[in-house]
């Protein structure tokens, strides 16, 4: 299986990475060498095998739901791109 | 006594402890020999103002109770450090100053030790060479022109050339012990859940741990005591009892079954890895302990596993990034256009290759193919590394195929870059602990390393095996400082 360019784009777009022809062109190339080296992973027959989704065998833990930190808004405000005391700012949603 | 800097951490704080050093002597050291080594690149941030007011303080009301009592670390630029600026290598991060602490660096705070500053890596812990950081990549003390490993590349060229008595890196595939065996170092990656995750930049969850890295393993079972802590700030951090590893740590292994896995015997490799791997077993038998062939058969399937689950994991780690709340942005006309630009230029080549080999891995009509695949695949490599623990007690391996290599040298072609971490990848997708040592020299006399793997928890054992092979090679680095400049 080989990766177009219009896969390349379209991964782009999902990926919200914006790309040009050039860059697509190249990174076309890298991905079907990466996946050619991946592709391994189908000389074994894993049918019956059981995916692992956790490597530390663990439950996880339930903790109370409580505030342990307040009047946070400053620092959570403090590393904002673009300057508001009140309000993270992005370019106009609603039209 | 001996050069401040090219003290170990265990003589540093017994200098201390008792009176012949004071924090300010040591920390002025390193900061001295810093400011004549800015060729080789570690530093991203530097803490130097801050470090030496608190090693003033420290000296004027000392607690030598501490486990690391004023002594100064530089850490990898990937743990969050409350009120210093921490990249990961990106530009996306560049003017990120966090407002809260990594638990493993509060760890170290908490007893005693000293910010220095923040060591460059690779940018979000993605490469084996430090090449891919936006802040430059780093010289290896051990020649010009080399890579000192990656990800943490600056961590262990800081420790090699005496910039920091120790430092800790993170590893997800390799990125302690690969760089450790590139430099002459000891480096040790713990079992997943030994260290919390808590405040360390993500890259790939299931996979990241923090490690120590230093000049030799007493140093390296000092510093892991300090680190690993159950924490509740971290889901998968595992509460059981650690061990007091430098009190426990002996030499003695007399009579511990070592495994050698014949797959570990790659095509190419050096006939000097092949040969350290002798010396190894030969040392290990000779400290008493029992070799025993083993087999782990699935090895050759662990990298092309890491490279769908690691990146799958770090496409939706990184979809953080999008230039609202915190890090870089670049503007665009609406929301989206200012997403994919912030992304596009605020992200290195290296990182947007695996963000989009995760996003296409994970999307619809082909998650399948190849992410359950790999996860089942994983499995069957834990299960290789379960079957062999049910014979054996550790499995010794070489750490890397090759010694480090030129600076450019493997830029172009990603695949022969992940095929650095060869030995090292298994380990961390069966969670396991393992450990690299320093055990000699190739014909250029740069650097090469063991690898010991031992069983989940079982860090105390793969130290003391270390220990005694430690002491049988004997390793010396004989870094000729050409780096320095007045």
């Known amino acids: 299986m080989s990766i177009d360019l219009k896969t390349v784009k379209h991964i782009s777009k999902l990926a919200?990475?914006?790309?040009?022809?050039?860059?697509?062109?190249?990174?076309?190339?890298?991905?079907?060498?990466?996946f050619e080296f991946i592709e391994k992973l189908n000389e074994l027959n894993t049918d019956n095998v059981q995916a692992l989704t956790s490597i530390a065998?663990?439950?996880l833990r339930f903790?109370?739901?409580?505030?342990?930190?307040?009047?946070?808004r400053e620092k959570i405000l403090k590393n904002s791109p673009e300057e508001n005391k009140d309000f993270f700012v992005v370019p106009k949603v609603v039209e | 006594m001996s050069d401040i800097t090219s003290q170990s951490l265990f003589e540093l704080t017994s200098n201390i402890k008792e009176k012949k050093l004071s924090s300010g002597e040591i920390t002025k050291a390193f900061i001295d020999r810093a400011q004549k080594s800015k060729k080789l690149n570690v530093y991203v941030t530097d803490n130097f103002e801050k470090a030496i007011d608190q090693s003033k303080k420290f000296d004027s009301n000392p607690n030598f109770d501490l486990k690391l009592p004023g002594i100064p670390i530089a850490v990898k630029d990937l743990f969050c450090t409350n009120g210093v600026r921490t990249t990961a290598g990106s530009k996306i991060l560049n003017n990120?100053?966090?407002?809260?602490?990594?638990?493993?660096?509060?760890?170290?705070w908490s007893q005693g030790a000293i910010l220095l500053g923040k060591l460059n890596c690779d940018e979000f812990a993605m490469g084996s060479s430090n090449e891919t950081s936006f802040f430059g990549n780093v010289q290896n003390p051990v020649g010009e022109n080399l890579v000192p490993g990656g990800s943490s590349g600056g961590s262990s060229a800081a420790v090699a050339a005496n910039l920091t008595p120790v430092t800790i890196g993170t590893d997800t595939g390799g990125s302690i012990r690969q760089p450790a065996s590139f430099t002459g170092t000891v480096g040790l990656k713990p079992t997943y859940g030994s260290c919390s995750r808590y405040g360390i930049v993500a890259f790939a969850s299931s996979l990241d741990q923090a490690g120590p890295m230093t000049k030799n393993v007493r140093d390296c079972s000092m510093l892991l005591e300090v680190i690993s802590s159950f924490d509740q700030k971290d889901s998968t951090s595992i509460d059981y009892k650690r061990n007091n590893y430098s009190k426990e740590l002996s030499k003695d292994i007399k009579g511990k079954k070592i495994g050698i896995p014949k797959e570990y015997r790659v095509d190419n490799m050096p006939d000097e890895i092949e040969q350290l791997w002798k010396n190894g077993i030969s040392y290990a038998k000779d400290c008493g302990a029992e070799i025993i062939d083993i087999s782990l058969p699935h090895t050759?399937?662990?990298?092309?596993?890491?490279?769908?689950?690691?990146?799958?994991?770090?496409?939706?780690?990184?979809a953080r990034y999008d230039g609202v709340k915190y890090g870089f942005r670049s503007p665009g006309q609406n929301l989206i256009e200012m997403y994919e630009k912030t992304r596009s230029e605020g992200f290195g080549d290296e990182v947007k290759r695996r963000i989009m080999i995760g996003t296409y891995v994970l999307s619809s009509g082909y998650y399948d193919a190849y992410y359950l695949k790999a996860?089942?695949?994983?499995?069957?490599?834990?299960?290789?590394?379960?079957?062999?623990?049910?014979?054996?007690?550790?499995?010794?391996?070489?750490?890397t195929p090759s010694s480090a290599f030129k600076i450019g040298e493997k830029t172009n072609d990603p695949v022969s870059m992940y095929l650095n971490d060869i030995f090292t990848v298994p380990i961390n997708l069966a969670g396991l602990?393992?450990?690299?040592?320093?055990?000699?020299?190739?014909k250029n006399n740069y650097p090469l390393g063991l690898q010991v793997i031992g069983k989940p928890f079982d860090e105390q054992n793969i130290l003391n095996i270390s220990y005694a092979l430690e002491d049988k090679i004997n390793f010396k680095n004989d870094i000729s400082d050409w780096w320095l400049s007045e």
């Open chain 1, 16 to 34: 919200r990475i914006s790309i040009d022809d050039e860059k697509a062109n190249k990174l076309k190339g890298d991905l079907n060498n990466i």
């Open chain 1, 57 to 59: 065998e663990t439950t």
């Open chain 1, 63 to 72: 903790r109370k739901d409580e505030i342990k930190s307040e009047n946070i």
């Open chain 2, 96 to 108: 990120f100053v966090p407002t809260y602490e990594s638990t493993v660096t509060q760890n170290l």
């Open chain 2, 300 to 318: 050759n399937y662990a990298l092309p596993t890491y490279y769908i689950v690691a990146p799958a994991e770090a496409s939706s780690n990184l």
């Open chain 2, 375 to 399: 996860q089942k695949v994983r499995q069957l490599i834990k299960k290789d590394f379960d079957d062999a623990f049910s014979k054996v007690d550790a499995i010794l391996t070489p750490s």
């Open chain 2, 433 to 442: 602990p393992g450990i690299s040592i320093p055990a000699g020299k190739d």
